[in-house]
T-cell receptor, first 115, second 113 residues
Framework: DTGVSQDPRHKITKRGQNVTFRCDPI?????LYWYRQTLGQGPEFLTY????????KSRLLSDRFSAERPKGSFSTLEIQRTEQGDSAMYLC?????????????FGQGTRLTVV | AQTVTQSQPEMSVQEAETVTLSCTYD???????LFWYKQPPSRQMILVIR??????QNATENRFSVNFQKAAKSFSLKISDSQLGDTAMYFC??????????FGAGTILRVKS
């Protein structure tokens, strides 16, 4: 297993455009998380899934943000009508709930720049 | 709500010396997990060490060890024999089992040769 992978690694978009990011978790992991990290800060929780069910959404996740995990495997995070304040690193992580070790493993992130 | 506080924005240490990074947290729960994650300049978050709250014994992983003080809600990370590759941002994080991680603001550690 190659770990958590995210695509794209970098995205530059114009304000008002829509963007979509993809995350492929570690294959046997049933939980998948999205976080947002701005420069010099710790990651902030956005949402998470157990299998295909979205169990929690942060109040940070405005109605312009939507996340899906349609078959309980990969996940997408879409941002509609991007704003400059959306510029950040978007991190995906996965974990396995039910095993002896439940720590989350992170991908390399997608850096979004809104111009 | 749970919170995590890292009071040291930046730290530096000479190669081969020991450094301790501080972390305090706040929760009303009794069963939880604490982690230290390392984020090198390449940006991928890497797990350094974990601690289950029900375990009294402090976790150790090679050169990394923690001082877990449950009553004081303190969880510090000690790095022994510091190496240049330890230069990174270090995040303390809290979670209830299987749930979201709550991160501190991070401590930048610079190891100097």
């Amino acid at each position: 297993d190659t770990g958590v992978s995210q695509d794209p690694r970098h995205k530059i978009t114009k304000r008002g455009q829509n963007v979509t990011f993809r995350c492929d978790p570690i294959s046997e992991h049933n939980r998948l998380y999205w976080y947002r990290q701005t420069l010099g800060q710790g990651p902030e929780f956005l949402t998470y899934f157990q299998n295909e069910a979205q169990l929690e959404k942060s109040r940070l996740l405005s109605d312009r943000f939507s996340a899906e995990r349609p078959k309980g495997s990969f996940s997408t995070l879409e941002i509609q009508r991007t704003e400059q304040g959306d510029s950040a690193m978007y991190l995906c992580a996965s974990s396995f709930l039910g095993g002896r070790r439940t720590e989350a493993f992170f991908g390399q992130g997608t850096r979004l720049t809104v111009v | 709500a749970q919170t995590v506080t890292q009071s040291q924005p930046e730290m530096s240490v000479q190669e081969a010396e020991t450094v301790t990074l501080s972390c305090t947290y706040d929760t009303s729960e009794s069963n939880y997990y604490l982690f230290w994650y390392k984020q090198p300049p390449s940006r991928q978050m890497i797990l350094v060490i974990r601690q289950e709250a029900y375990k009294q014994q402090n976790a150790t992983e090679n050169r990394f060890s923690v001082n877990f003080q449950k009553a004081a809600k303190s969880f510090s990370l000690k790095i022994s024999d510091s190496q240049l590759g330890d230069t990174a941002m270090y995040f303390c994080a809290f979670t209830l089992e299987g749930n979201k991680l709550v991160f501190g603001a991070g401590t930048i550690l610079r190891v100097k040769s």
